[in-house]
């Protein structure tokens, strides 16, 4: 049997040239030698599409597990985890769009014991987390009107990193808590720009900048800032700053204990903030879910963005991002 076995699927030899009628005997050995291949090829593609299918199906099924685990949890008590990491603008994971949503969905389960808001983030855009530290105190009073005055606590937890942007969401919690060598604080207001005149100068090009409205080429990296508009922008600055220090004393109130340092752009570990009065304990999240809410369940609730949107967003705000530089220098407002 092993022996017909390889017989059938042995290679003929190569056709003889100095018998007669060899051109065609090598012309058939060729055709069979590229329909062999074919055939192979064709089962070896087969034998990849069922892996490929298998393995779609393999997330199909695991999703859907996931799936069903989590809506199981959503309908026992359980803590709403909701990230807040990297840089806070429109167009990143921790926008205001996506927090602002994942607190919504939190504050509209009946079994969420309390939300916990894992910070890490260096900070960003004063708007974005404007609107998420907004969003925070209009879900709490909504959340007592509907509760005969009851509230749903929400604790922020500082990861790595909860500076500047991070810590203004963060003192829109009930309570702050980080780990002892978390970075914390960063309570000022910046903006960046380059001076690139005297270089250009020095090249011997000259810079060519038409505008409509004197102070429209503001901060262009390619001319001199004037001290008007330097002293312009330090008042925007300031009125800046004093509303992220106005938000910070309202939310930490009398457990502040430091004086003007804690509002001068320095950052702190976990350890020394809690002496400073900038959190309140050293916990994690799951610490926080246990012992503040009382509940081993944490639920995700945080809206992330898929594989594809997350590319094509990358990319195009990559583009939009070098095109601004080049032309205009501008590194807005930020709360770092």
Request: include cysteine.
């Amino acid at each position: 049997m092993q022996w017909r076995f390889w017989k059938r699927w042995r290679k003929p030899p190569m056709p003889d040239p100095d018998q007669p009628g060899w051109e065609r005997a090598l012309i058939n050995h060729l055709a069979l030698d590229y329909m062999r291949e074919r055939r192979r090829a064709r089962r070896w593609g087969l034998v990849l599409k069922l892996l490929i299918l298998l393995y779609l199906v393999g997330l199909v099924v695991a999703a859907s597990v996931r799936d069903w685990d989590r809506r199981m949890e959503l309908t026992e008590p359980h803590a709403a985890l909701i990230e807040i990491d990297g840089v806070i603008a429109a167009d990143s994971d921790a926008s205001a769009d996506r927090v602002v949503g994942a607190l919504r969905k939190a504050f509209d389960n009946d079994k969420v014991e309390g939300v916990i808001l894992r910070i890490n983030s260096p900070g960003g855009s004063p708007v974005q987390a404007g609107y998420i530290n907004d969003e925070i105190a209009r879900l709490k009073a909504k959340y007592r009107e509907a509760h005969d005055g009851d509230d749903l606590p929400v604790y922020a937890v500082a990861a790595d990193l909860c500076a500047s942007g991070g810590y203004y969401i963060a003192v829109g919690a009930d309570a702050i808590y980080a780990d002892k060598a978390s970075l914390v604080g960063s309570i000022g207001v910046r903006i960046g720009s380059f001076g690139l005149d005297r270089l250009l100068a020095d090249l011997g090009i000259e810079r060519r900048l038409l505008t409509a409205g004197a102070n429209k080429g503001i901060l262009d990296p390619f001319s001199p800032l004037p001290e008007s508009q330097r002293v312009f922008i330090q008042g925007v600055l300031d009125t800046l700053h004093q509303q992220f220090i106005a938000e910070v004393r309202e939310g930490r109130g009398d457990r502040l204990q430091g004086g003007d340092e804690l509002f001068s752009g320095l950052f702190w570990s976990g350890e020394q903030a809690l002496e400073l009065g900038l959190i309140d304990g050293l916990a994690s999240a799951g610490t926080v879910a246990r012992e503040q809410l009382g509940t081993e369940t944490v639920v995700d609730y945080t809206q992330k963005r898929d594989l594809l949107d997350s590319f094509a967003e990358r990319l195009g705000g990559g583009m939009a991002g070098a095109l601004g530089a080049l032309f205009g220098g501008l590194d807005a407002g930020v709360l770092r």
